[in-house]
Structure formats: C-alpha cells, structure tokens
C-alpha cells in the first residue's frame, strides 16, 4: 500500500483500490475509496468543511487526527476509529488472516455494489436511521432496508451509545446490518464507498451533523400552532364552514390544509374550479381569521395533463430502463416528475407560484414524497442525477429543494413544506416531515413514539405524525375515542401538532374521485371529547413561546426538538433504554399513555428535581415513579424551577 499524507488528508493506493480519508469538521473524520482507478469528487448532500488535521505514516499504515478522533489505517487495507485511545469502531475481515475489508462487485459503468463490515460489540446500542413502523428503540439487533416507502424514511445515519455518530453517505437503496455479529453498510449502486464518524456526545453529535449537511430555517410560529386536516375537504365551502366552526366553538387553528384531489388531473397543480371557484378569496377569509392554508401536491403525472408534454418532451419524468414509464397505478397508469433535474424544479415551481401561491396558499404538501412507486424496482428508474437505485434516496430531498429555492426567490423565508419522506439535509430546506400512512390503533401509537425518537437523532428536527393515525378510525366507536384523546396527548408534545385521517364513512354514492371520509374535527370524535381536546389544543398554543426557544435551537445548534432522554443526559445509561418516554425539549419530559384502557405507567426521571404538572408534586431525579393518569389527563413532568411550568 501506498500512503501521501497531504494537508488535512491520507491519499492511499492499494491493490484494487484507491481513497481519500479526511477531516471534514473537527473531530470527523470521511472514508471514500473506490475499486475504480479513480475516485470522483461527489459529496451529495455532505457539506465537507476545511479542517486541520495532524497525519503521519510509518510505512506500513498511516493515521489522521482531528480533536480526540483518530484514524488509523493498515497496510492490509483495515480502518480503526479512536476517541483518544480508546477504539470505537474498527472493521472486520470477511477472511482468515486478517484479508478482505470493503467488497466490491462490478455491475458495470463504474457501478459497483458494495459493502462495509465492522466489528460488533455488546456494549453498543445503535439509534437513527429514521423513521419506520417497528416497535423498536434501540436498532441493535435489526436489519434495516435503505429505501424509501409510505411510512419508512431511510436516513443512513445512526448515533452510537459509544459516542459517535455514522452517516454513510450514499443515497442509493442498500441495507444496513446491526447484528451481534457485524455492524455492515451495502450499497446496492454506487461509485464509491462514502461515509463519515462524528465524535461526540449526543448534543455534540448533532450539532456537527447540522454543520456538514444544513441548518434547519427557523420555523414560522404559525407551524408551532394547531393544524387542522382530514381526507378530504371536497370544496371550498366546506373549508370555509370547517374554520368558521372552530371560531365558534373557540377552537384555535393555525393550519387548514386542503388534500389531495382537489385539482383538475393528477399533474395539473391547480384547483378544480367547479369545487373551488374562488381560492384567493377562500384563502383571504381564512387569513382574515388568522388561519394559514396548506395544499397538497403529488408528483404523479399523466398525459391527460396539460403540462404533461411538455414535460415529457424535456425530460422532466422519471424514466424507466424497461417497460414504460409508468411507476404508479392511481386512476389509470401515472408518470412522475424527476425533481433531482434543476429544470423540474424551475418548470414544476412556476405552475405551483401560478395557481397556488398567488392565490394566497401559504405551503405545500408534498405527499408520494418517496416517490411512491410499484413494484419497488429503484434499478428500473433512471433520474438526471443517475440510476435509481443509485440516487433513490435523493428523490424527496430535491423534492423539497424544490419549494424552497422557489419561496426564497420571491422573497418568502416562512418555509414549511410538509413531506412523506426525506433525505440527509432536506432539514435546510424546511421539510417537515411526516410518518405516513399509519394505522389508527394503540399499536401504532407505540411505534410511532420510538419512531419520532430514532428520526431526531438523524438531523431532521421537524416531524410529526397524523393525530389518530391514518386508516381504520371510527370514531363512533370507545376504542377509537379514548386513541384519539391519548393521541392528541402525544401530539402536544411533537415538533408540530397536526390532526389528520381517513376516517371511516366514505359516500361514494357521488360522481366525484376520492370523496371525503367521515368527520375529523374536534367535536367530531363525541361531545365529552371535545372540551378534553379543546383543552389540549390550548395548551399547545400557551407553549408556543417555549417550542420557539426549542425550535432557535433546532435551527442554530441542529438539537432536535423532540428526542431521547439520552440526548441530555448522555452518561446515565437508564436514559438509552427508554425508548417509551423522551424530553420535549430541555425542560419537559413527557411519558406517553400508548395502550388501551391504561392509566398509570412507570416513568423514569433522570438526575435533577422533577415537578409533575398535573398536581405540582416534587420527585427527586434517578429513580422510577409510578404515576396515574386517566383517560382525561396526560403525564408529564418539569424540571423544578424551569419557567414553563407556568403554562400548565
């Protein structure tokens, strides 16, 4: 092997290989090597900073450090990470003697697929890789599938409870491996292998992960509010009635969004005059009651669309490399646009400025974010910016550039675009991301509370779920009455408190496509609910000013607003088991009631002196309480002293 050791880098040469390894931040450190003769110079969304960095070789192996992190590469080509001296990962031959670390296979064109194995240890957990429906807090042990699909956001990011952060770098489909036997990275498509170690604490960790891949914007007050939605508000009217029922019902909202099928054809990206004869006017009423108005878009596009030729005549759709270019079946076979093309984001912007935003809509909804594709064949897609299974992950992070660099050339910086998926960095671009399609059960309010916590500690601070759950809610029912109370509970205390759902009572005696479902407001789910839930949606708006604080520090130092209680009590090893209770910011803990019927639960309380907000009793820290709550009360506590105690 060949070592130069250049500035803050290792430039290395080996048989069948050639990489870089470099100081990318202080105390990170990125590894791209290739079994290509040469490597390219693509960062993706990593933002590489400048950094000193001390190198030496002995001949035989050559090493980089920068701050407490050091790495140490060997003649036989092995990679070990350091926090001083003590090693935090280290990689770990495929052979006998110590041979064979990174594996490459040619698929041709200087493709390859590729695969990365560490060592695994017992003492490691393993938190991030964003969100999915699996009750699961701690990754260790899991298998995970790096795509994206309607409730599964992959973001190849993890936090270690060894007290590093690794993002591999590659947005292509892939799989990654958290076993007791081998911690392994594989790329299904790439160029390169690609990944970066953040040394530090959680805080720490994420403060560097916003500094190399982008600051969140800070979020608009109005986004910190209540937002207010069902599938599907079918006409302006009835939007119109629904907002003027929660003025009277003194129900405050600072959100209506309006979903999908409200345009002419799927690839339009306008509305439906017959249904909405007036949205400046409709918008302006609703400003006038201090309302925002949201309105979803898909990607989906077809030729009955009268931007569809010229779309396709320019390349603007995702292809296929076999078969047509139909990717989605959704009222007949559908194209979709390719947002990773700069053209697609100028072309697709100007139609939703035109019949949108100067129509007084404040935001978009970006669903089918992933894209939504069947079968699930990302090898199949060809994009400007590659195959698809080799730029797959990239699709919703584009997606959402695509709104924000057009917001910001009209001169708007209140940026919210509501998204079903993202990508590392989509967080710079206002993307507020969501879980899906999720069921209306106490199971899935389980995952969902885990879920959220995995997705903080990836680097995207803006998150939520649909209140209720998506699908299978009838509020006619006790079940569905009592999950909706627990869930507007734990939506209080989410990054943005949004009610959503299909709710059961389609009428498709009507010829219209996708009508709506059955009620979804407040006083929709029994009349002993709605002043429980008024209550609560009150209370979210007396905590605005403290979620402001909260989302300053989203946006400046990259620390989630919702995360784990490890986050800030990094060396109590209780706080990384759990996954069922978490910090809404640094002064409120909040423990979920997830199970039918359930009214108490243990909640630990980490070092510090506690205070429960529903009667004031003091706990002291570093024990586990038992505390009641029924059906109209939730558990939450506050550090003593701290000032928001007084909105409870």
């Given at each position: ?41 693509e ?19 050559a ?22 001296d ?53 990754k ?24 590093y ?22 790329s ?5 292998v ?21 600051h ?83 990607p ?5 669309s ?125 993307a ?43 509020t006619a029912t ?86 784990p209680?490890?986050?800030?009590f ?79």
């Amino acid at each position: 092997m060949e070592f130069v050791c250049k500035n803050n880098r290792i430039i290395f040469t080996r048989e069948g290989e050639t990489g870089e390894i470099s100081a990318v931040h202080e105390g990170c450190i990125r590894f791209r090597a290739t079994a290509s003769s040469k490597l390219n110079d693509e960062n993706w969304t990593l933002e590489p900073r400048e950094t000193p960095a001390e190198t030496g070789s002995d001949g035989r192996s050559a090493w980089l450090k920068t701050g407490d992190l050091k790495v140490c590469l060997e003649d036989n080509g092995r990679l070990t990470f350091f926090d001083k001296d003590r090693v935090i990962l280290k990689e770990q031959p495929e052979q006998t003697f110590g041979y064979s670390f990174r594996n490459y296979r040619s698929i041709g064109s200087g493709l390859w697929k590729v695969r990365v194995t560490f060592e695994a240890r017992e003492d490691e957990d393993f938190f991030g890789l964003g969100h999915e429906r699996m009750n699961v807090f701690s990754k260790k042990g899991c298998t995970v599938d790096l795509q994206h699909l309607n409730t599964k956001t992959s973001i190849p990011y993890v936090y270690s409870s060894l007290g590093y952060g690794f993002l591999w770098n590659l947005p292509s489909t892939g799989t990654v491996e958290l076993g007791m036997n081998r911690t392994r990275w594989k790329s299904d498509c790439t160029k390169a292998v690609d990944f970066t170690v953040l040394l530090g604490k959680p805080a720490e960790a994420s403060e560097k992960l916003a500094d190399l891949t982008g600051h969140a914007p800070m979020m608009p007050e109005w986004g910190m509010g209540f937002w207010q939605c069902r599938l599907r508000y079918e006409t302006q009217e009835e939007v119109l009635r629904v907002a003027r029922k929660c003025k009277e019902l003194d129900i405050p909202v600072s959100v209506i969004i309006i979903d999908y099928f409200h345009w002419t054809e799927q690839g339009d990206y306008k509305f439906d005059p017959k249904y909405w004869p007036d949205p400046k006017g409709m918008a302006k009423e609703l400003h006038d009651m201090g309302i925002k108005l949201m309105v979803s878009m898909w990607p989906t596009i077809n030729e009955h669309s009268e931007n569809y030729r010229y779309m396709v005549d320019r390349n603007m759709l995702m292809r296929t490399a076999s078969g047509s270019n139909r990717v989605f079946d959704f009222y007949g076979p559908q194209a979709e646009i390719d947002p990773t093309n700069p053209a697609t984001r100028e072309y697709v912007w100007e139609r939703l400025k035109e019949n949108y935003i100067d129509n007084g809509v404040d935001g978009l909804w970006f669903d089918e974010a992933e894209p939504e594709i069947h079968p699930e064949h990302f090898d199949n897609l060809i994009m400007y910016r590659g195959r698809g299974d080799e730029v797959a992950l990239l699709y919703p992070y584009h997606y959402a550039q695509l709104v924000y660099d057009g917001m910001r050339k009209i001169g708007r910086d209140d940026i919210v675009t509501l998204t079903r998926s993202a990508y590392t960095g989509a967080q710079k671009f206002g993307a507020l991301v969501w879980s899906g399609d999720i069921l209306s059960t106490f199971e899935s309010l389980e995952e969902q509370v885990k879920s959220g916590l995995n997705m903080a500690m990836c680097g995207i601070p803006w998150w939520n779920t649909d209140i209720g759950g998506f699908y299978g809610g009838n509020t006619a029912t006790e079940y569905f009455r009592e999950l909706i109370v627990r869930w507007f509970q734990y939506g209080v205390f989410s990054p943005v408190m949004r009610l959503h759902g299909s709710r059961d009572g389609h009428d498709r005696s009507r010829d219209i496509k996708e009508p709506t479902g059955g009620e979804n407001e407040l006083w929709s789910f029994g009349e002993d609910n709605l002043p429980v839930l008024r209550k609560l949606v009150k209370l979210r708006y007396r905590l605005v000013p403290y979620i402001s604080e909260c989302m300053k520090n989203a946006s400046e130092k990259g620390h989630p607003v919702m995360r784990p209680m490890f986050f800030d009590f990094p060396d109590d090893k209780e706080c990384y088991k759990t996954g069922d209770q978490y910090l809404f910011g640094p002064d409120i803990l909040f423990a979920p009631i997830v199970k039918r019927g359930q009214t108490s639960r243990k909640v630990y309380l980490p070092e510090g002196e506690w205070v429960l907000t529903k009667d004031k009793k003091e706990y002291r820290g570093g024990q586990y309480v038992e505390v009641n709550a029924g059906i109209n009360e939730f558990i939450a506590f506050v550090k003593k002293n701290a000032k928001v105690l007084e909105v409870f």
